[in-house]
T-cell receptor
Framework: DTGVSQDPRHKITKRGQNVTFRCDPI?????LYWYRQTLGQGPEFLTY????????KSRLLSDRFSAERPKGSFSTLEIQRTEQGDSAMYLC?????????????FGPGTRLTVL | AQRVTQPEKLLSVFKGAPVELKCNYS??????LFWYVQYSRQRLQLLLR??SRESIKGFTADLNKGETSFHLKKPFAQEEDSAMYYC????????????FGAGTTVTVRA
């Protein structure tokens, strides 16, 4: 499968624990995006990278959230001290660069449940 | 601020009947509009974009800048069209991110 992959697919954790998700984009894509989707809503933008540089962070991304893309390839999203409100589907997408729209290809998502 | 509104959460139609999913947007610039679809147990995927003016799987969507709408239409719905549909907006001046509506669940009944 040469599409965007995410790991794990499901994560159940207790409130207060830290969790980390991984996203592997399509190999030639230099842009990588994180979105969060809660029940009954469309995906909401969290942050995005161009190569290894994190260029934009949404106000949704509190200080407990951090994302990295150290070598411009895979990315990790860490949530510290999880809260029940963090329960959601976390989606990763990747695209080519440039100033025109390049289709964002989505991964299958990581479903987080905070107990 | 940009916003995408899909007023219908659920839409149920019979096979062979026309289906129309509504999408309205607010954005001050010149956005690009898209429809994304998510079939059961599959990932989110692009269905069509306004700039290409294509018909994909029998679906069409026309961007109406006067009414700020981008409604998705299909004259004869098929059972395989049952899915979740999201309208999305993109602009390079908005950091290349997609802004999605809340989605419409379409069920096509036999």
């Amino acid at each position: 499968d040469t599409g965007v992959s995410q790991d794990p697919r499901h994560k159940i954790t207790k409130r207060g624990q830290n969790v980390t998700f991984r996203c592997d984009p399509i190999s030639e894509h230099n842009r990588l995006y994180w979105y969060r989707q809660t029940l009954g809503q469309g995906p909401e933008f969290l942050t995005y990278f161009q190569n290894e540089a994190q260029l934009e962070k949404s106000r949704l991304l509190s200080d407990r959230f951090s994302a990295e893309r150290p070598k411009g390839s895979f990315s990790t999203l860490e949530i510290q001290r999880t809260e029940q409100g963090d329960s959601a589907m976390y989606l990763c997408a990747s695209s080519g660069g440039g100033t025109v729209y390049n289709e964002q290809f989505f991964g299958p998502g990581t479903r987080l449940t905070v107990l | 601020a940009q916003r995408v509104t899909q007023p219908e959460k659920l839409l149920s139609v019979f096979k062979g009947a026309p289906v129309e999913l509504k999408c309205n947007y607010s954005y001050s610039g010149s956005p690009e509009l898209f429809w994304y679809v998510q079939y059961s147990r599959q990932r989110l995927q692009l269905l069509l974009r306004h700039i290409s003016r294509e018909s994909i799987k029998g679906f069409t969507a026309d961007l109406n800048k006067g009414e700020t709408s981008f409604h998705l239409k299909k004259p004869f719905a098929q059972e395989e069209d049952s899915a979740m549909y999201y309208c999305a907006l993109w602009s390079r001046s908005n950091d290349y991110k997609l802004s999605f509506g809340a989605g419409t669940t379409v069920t096509v009944r036999a």
